[in-house]
């Protein structure tokens, strides 16, 4: 680490050059008549078609000789597929792109995984309802008027519900349980210098499950629980499924009323995120998180046997509903959230290393060792008594300020 922040002195003059050209994505609801959804369906199946074919042949030249098939020797190859299969024809050529791109990814995250070590599954052949979405990568799209022209496909009504910042570069269609969805992304200059931040509250944030998050100041951000909520109707919905027989119409609607479930919360915990992260940003000028790495935290415990060889019980019950609480919350989602507003707030968002923060008493540092269920921190040695994600706040805080007075570098986090 250190030897990279020597190498890299200009990281901090890198910093200051504005304006920087920034992503956002953009989504709307579409409406296209039965006889677009037939076309945009159609369009789905010859492009699952293509990314499997193109997925079979790379693991073929894997698994028989080794070989990588590169992502230009398979693009080279549309216009030969073009003239035996015509009917792709009728798809914009960049769409057909995306989908080897699209392969070209898979692939390349794989290796990454059999470079570092860790178990790769191999990238999965798509099924018809799991391959949504196909991408004009830059031209073949645009919207005039409440339409949105899609090549190949034709006008189709759009709702656009905010307005479009940037200049588009992308533009997506996605089938979402039933419904037609657009995303454009797009990309803006932002000059994080010419932002001021109307105070110099700072302040530690502490993602829980109890309460979404506490802050050093003493509030509380409640915490939807939305699955939770809706758990009882997807388990039935689950079950409902599970009754009928495969492959048969009623089967279909039961799996689509699944999904409609799902988008649900889905899109109810979007819009919470969106809206607390949008809150916290606003009134707070340094927002001070803990850096953790959900991805551990949410990972299965592994199996464990006693001498005998014999099962015991290795936790993975009482994890299961933290695990579920921790994804529920979108803890990760949110620091992200907060990091893309932040910088045109003038807002700074920072990540401090989790270092006891719930056990050391905030008053006077000394250790109160409590497990998770006790959520009162009460200091026998100073007589604190505050709220135990309040507690873990103001720690968080205060491993910022004191990094902060040590002149260490504290890792900003940028958006990604
Ligand atoms: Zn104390």
């Not at 039965?34 to 499997?52: A, I, S």
């Not at 074919?53 to 216009?79: F, H, I």
């Not at 809150?279 to 001070?288: D, G, I, M, S, Y």
């Not at 990091?339 to 920072?350: F, I, L, Q």
Request: some cysteine; overall charge positive.
């Amino acid at each position: 680490m250190s030897k990279e922040k020597k190498q890299t002195p200009s990281k901090k003059t890198r910093k200051q050059k504005s304006p920087r050209l920034r992503n956002k994505a953009f989504k709307f609801r579409i409406y296209p008549t039965e006889k677009q959804v037939g076309k945009l369906e159609w369009t789905l199946r010859r492009c699952k078609e293509l990314y499997n074919a193109a997925l079979q042949e790379r693991r073929d030249a894997y698994t028989m000789c080794g070989l990588s098939v590169s992502y230009y020797t398979q693009n080279k190859q549309l216009p030969e597929i073009k003239e035996i299969r015509e009917e792709y024809r009728a798809i914009h050529s960049q769409v057909l792109q995306d989908v080897l791109t699209r392969v070209d990814k898979a692939m390349d995250h794989f290796f990454r995984r059999v470079t570092n070590g860790e178990k790769p599954g191999y990238p999965r052949f798509k099924s018809g309802d799991r391959y949504d979405s196909f991408t004009y990568t830059q031209s073949g799209f645009e919207i005039i008027n409440g339409k949105v022209n899609l090549s190949k496909i034709g006008w189709i009504k759009i709702k656009l519900h905010r307005e479009i910042v940037g200049s588009i570069k992308t533009c997506t269609i996605e089938r979402e349980a039933g419904q037609w969805y657009v995303v454009l992304s797009t990309e803006y200059a932002c000059d994080p210098s010419m932002a001021f931040h109307p105070t110099t509250k700072e302040t530690g944030v502490d993602l829980g499950i109890h309460s979404f998050a506490a802050l050093s100041d003493g509030t509380f951000i409640e915490n939807p629980r939305l699955y939770r909520n809706e758990e009882e109707k997807i388990q039935a919905a689950h079950r409902k499924i599970a009754r009928r027989k495969r492959g048969s119409h009623r089967r279909n609607r039961a799996k689509q009323e699944l999904a409609r479930l799902y988008r649900n919360v889905r899109n109810k915990r979007r819009d919470f995120l969106h809206k607390q992260s949008r809150k916290l940003v606003n009134e707070h000028a340094v927002l001070v998180f803990e850096d953790l790495h959900v991805d551990n935290m949410t990972r299965r415990p592994q199996p464990k046997r006693d001498e005998n060889r014999t099962y015991v019980p290795n936790g993975a019950a009482a994890k299961g509903g933290l695990n579920k609480s921790i994804l529920d919350a979108g803890w990760s989602a949110f620091v992200a959230l907060c990091t893309s507003k932040a910088e045109e707030a003038g807002c700074t968002v920072v990540k401090v290393a989790p270092h006891d923060t719930s056990q050391v008493c905030s008053a006077c540092g000394c250790v109160v060792k409590k497990d998770l269920r006790v959520r009162w921190h009460s200091c026998p040695h100073c007589g604190c008594q505050l709220d135990r994600d309040h507690n873990a706040a103001i720690n968080i805080l205060a491993c910022y300020q004191k990094q902060k007075l040590n002149g260490q570098e504290v890792s900003h986090s940028s958006p990604t």
